[in-house]
Each structure stands twice: as C-alpha cells, then as structure tokens.
C-alpha cells in the first residue's frame, strides 16, 4: 500500500470512505483540517470519515547511497557544498542589508538637515514679518506711521539728560523724607487691611497716581478702570480692546497696554499705539514723565513721545521680553526676557549697556532708589536676586532674598529701604538697613498678590490679585 499524497508505504495507514484510497494518517489529518475535502475526488471529507488499517510496521531501509565508506565521502562533500552555498548566500544577503541600511541612514541625516534649514528659514521670516508689520498711529488716523531704532530725538535727548543730572545730584546725599514710614508702622499693617470686592477678574497690573490717592487697574476681560482707594469704589471705566497687562500714569492720564498689542492712552482724546507684532507684556514710564516704553513678545521695545503722541524708536533683542523698568535718574532702561536676561540699555541711543543672568524667565524687576541696585525675580521662583549695576558677572549679585513662597510682582519704596515681593501665598516686606549693610524681614502677610504699589510715604500698600480684589494695607 501506498500513501495516495505521499507515494511513500504509510506508516499509519487509513483509508477514505469516501474514495477509498490509502493515506498516511498524519498526511489525510493535516488535509482535512486545512480543506475538508478529500484530496483525490474533492468530496467533503471529516476525520471522522477514515478508516484505520490494521498492518505491520513497515522498517524503511537504509538508501543505497550510504552503504559504503565512498558513498558516505561524497555525501558528507554533497552537505559542504550545500552549507559553504548557503553561507555564501547569507553573506550576500547581510552586505545588500548594509547597503540598504547606509542608504537609509544618509536619507534620515539629509532630512534632518533639510528640516533643520527650513525651520531656520521659517523662523527668521517670522521675525522679519514681524519687523515688516510694525506701525504706530492715533487711533482716529488712518496711515501707520514708520519708527525706526535711531534713538531718541535731539529735544527729547536733552529731557533726559536734565532729568538725570538733577536726579542724580540730590540722589545720593538725599535723607529719608520726613514723616516716612517706620519699621513700626509697617508692622501695624497686619491691623488695618481694607478689601474691595472683585472687580477686575484676571488683574495683573496696578499703578497709583502721584497723589497716592487713584490706581488704575485692568483685567483679562479687556476693562480698565480708575479705582478710588479712599473712597473704596471705581470712579471711571474703560474697553482697552484686549486684556490689560499693564498700567502706568501719564499725569493724571491712565494708560494700559493690552495683549492685543496696543498701547491706549485714555485723555480727552483717546490715542492707540500699534507698535508691537504680538502681546504687549509690560510698561514703564521714565522719570522725565511723558516717555513711555513699552516691551512684547515680538522681543522688541519701543519708547513713546506721550506729549506729541507718536512713537519714537523700536528696537529689537534676542528673545520676548516680559517686564520694564526705568533706571530712577532715567540714563537707563532695563528689559526682563524669557532667557533669564536682564537686558540694560542706554536710553538716548538705545543700545545695550550690560547684561544680568538669573535661573528662569525674568517675571518682575525693579530699580532701587539709591540708584546703584536693581531686584530681579524669576517665573515661579520663591527668591528675589538683587545686582549692583556697578560690578559685572557673578560679581554682580549681591543678595538673594528668600522670600518663602512665589513672587509675582517686586516693587521698592521711595527711600529705597523697604522691598516688597507678593505673589498667591501672600506677600514680604524686607528692609535693608544702611549703617549696617543688613537685611531683616518685617513683616509678612496671607494677602495673595499679582501686583503691588507702595502709598504716599510708605505708610500704606496697595495689593490686587488674581480675582480682580483690591486691598489697602495699613
């Protein structure tokens, strides 16, 4: 008998009832499971189907091939040639894979360069697009008026430079103001804290006017308004057409800039700066009163001639600037930058004076009134760092203030005695004391604080955080 798939005497032997031929067994099984047919006239076919056959084992002889020492010689060299072939072929194969995987890996590095040159390609047309959108321009007028980074006019050159000689002169002999605020009186604070009810809700910004006695402040629902802090009321609101990110007096005059990228100055006749490609992050107003700056994520600067009403210079840096500050003579003007720069400028030719570093973006900074220090805080940072500006490098730092919680916003008083830093877990007043070169905290507060401002003769101070609610301490 043979096996009908095979050709070969069945080991198994079981015959199909439905044709009758002979199979091994292991061969039908593994048919039908696959085809359920039987395999020589296709009729459905189970297992159940076959009959086994009773018959000896059959004992497969030994092939003629291997009956002899040279027939074993010329089958051993038979296997060697077939395994030195497959050798030869597997070698073959794993040179084309190298082949194929070099070409591979030269495609992944020329794409990778391709990539790497169009993103630079990108970004440096987004930065001149920016460039290019830059205009300035009341609002009732229809033309945008072209700024350059020049510097600052002749007329105002000279404004600046009569500020900073007459500042500078009673600056360093000047005493601290009769009347001003004791260690004693900053202490009662804790005693006398007067709170509004929410009016501006996402505020991050407040300014008080010279009398001590109006702030102007602004949410993220794009209203401003004068707050009477007497009076503990609002006296007057404001559509600064975006959400206010900060707010400076010019006089009696509010002003606000806007994430939108405006910069609105709310006289009797409203006038709207568009100088910036992006959010206007921050303000600051020079000592001379009516030049204003303004910083953005276009990682420009630009001061404003606020008396004319027109923009006067743009000038560009290496990355966003986030917060602003006029040095209290006026010679410089300080930039804070999401690098971790504090970027020092000379304020007639606007170019770059010095360079202070700090871990993390730069949140808040603020020039000290004796003239020669300048705090700095980074985003999320529990410390302020405060630099001489006379020294360089590492040199520079001369103090870290460990405050104990985030700060937000910074801000030193008149005499330059008192520096208070306030963030969402309340706020610190720390004193440095001259005659002994020493720094002391004061007093601290659970009053949360997006932004402060120090009152009329440091005996007060105004807070207002994230829900828009302002509060007087003492």
């Avoid at 321009?137 to 229809?142: K, P, Q, T, Y």
């Avoid at 402040?217 to 206010?244: R, T």
């Avoid at 609105?264 to 992006?278: C, D, I, L, W």
């Avoid at 700060?407 to 610190?428: E, F, N």
């Amino acid at each position: 008998m043979l096996c009908s798939i095979s050709g070969e005497a069945p080991q198994y032997p079981v015959a199909s009832s439905k044709s009758g031929n002979v199979y091994e067994k292991r061969l039908i099984e593994a048919y039908i499971t696959e085809n359920h047919k039987d395999p020589v006239n296709g009729e459905d076919l189970e297992i159940s189907d076959l009959i086994e056959l009773k018959s000896s084992r059959i004992v497969a002889p030994r092939p003629p091939t291997l009956t002899s020492i040279p027939s074993l010689l010329t089958t051993l060299q038979n296997e060697w040639d077939a395994l030195a072939l497959e050798s030869f072929t597997i070698r073959q194969q794993l040179q084309q894979t190298r082949q194929e995987l070099t070409t591979a890996l030269y495609q992944h590095d020329a794409a990778i360069r391709v990539i790497t040159r169009l993103t630079k390609e990108r970004d440096e047309a987004r930065e001149a697009l920016s460039k290019v959108s830059i205009g300035a321009g009341a609002v009732g007028g229809d033309d945008a008026m072209q700024i350059d980074n020049q510097g600052l006019p002749e007329d105002l050159a000279a404004k600046v430079d009569a500020a900073q000689e007459r500042l500078t002169k009673s600056r360093r002999k000047r005493p601290v103001p009769e009347g001003w605020a004791t260690t004693e009186t900053i202490e009662k604070f804790a005693d006398g804290v007067v709170a509004s009810e929410p009016l501006y809700p996402g505020a991050a910004s407040i300014a008080l006017n010279e009398a001590g006695q109006l702030a102007i402040i602004g949410g993220s629902d794009g209203i401003a308004g004068v707050y009477s802090i007497a009076e503990n009321k609002v006296q007057q609101s404001f559509k600064a057409g975006g959400a206010v990110t900060d707010t400076v007096w010019f006089g009696d005059t509010p002003v606000v800039s806007t994430s939108s990228g405006t910069v609105k100055v709310f006289g009797e006749s409203e006038v709207t700066f568009k100088s910036h490609a992006g959010s206007i992050n921050a303000l600051a107003l020079h000592p001379t009163g009516d030049i204003l700056a303004s910083v953005g994520v276009d990682k420009s600067f630009v001061f404003y001639d606020l008396l004319s009403g027109k923009a006067i210079t743009q000038i560009y840096t290496d990355s966003e600037l986030t917060t602003a500050a006029f040095h209290p003579d006026g010679p410089y003007f300080a930039a804070g930058g999401i690098d971790g720069q504090i970027k020092l400028f000379h304020v007639k030719t606007g170019e770059s004076a010095a360079n202070f570093d700090i871990d993390g973006p730069i949140q808040d900074i603020a020039f000290s009134e004796n003239g020669i220090w300048i705090a700095a805080v980074a985003k999320g940072s529990n410390s302020v760092v405060i630099f001489d500006l006379r020294k360089e490098g590492k040199a520079a730092q001369v103090k870290v203030l460990e405050i104990g919680g985030q700060v937000d916003s910074i801000r030193w008083d008149y005499s330059g005695q008192y520096l208070a830093a306030a963030g969402p877990g309340g706020l610190t007043i720390s004193q440095y004391t001259k005659s002994s070169k020493s720094w002391s905290d004061v007093i601290s507060l659970a009053v949360p604080a997006t932004a402060i401002a120090w009152g009329p003769q440091a005996s007060s101070l105004i807070t207002v955080n994230q829900d828009g609610i302002v509060s007087k301490l003492g």
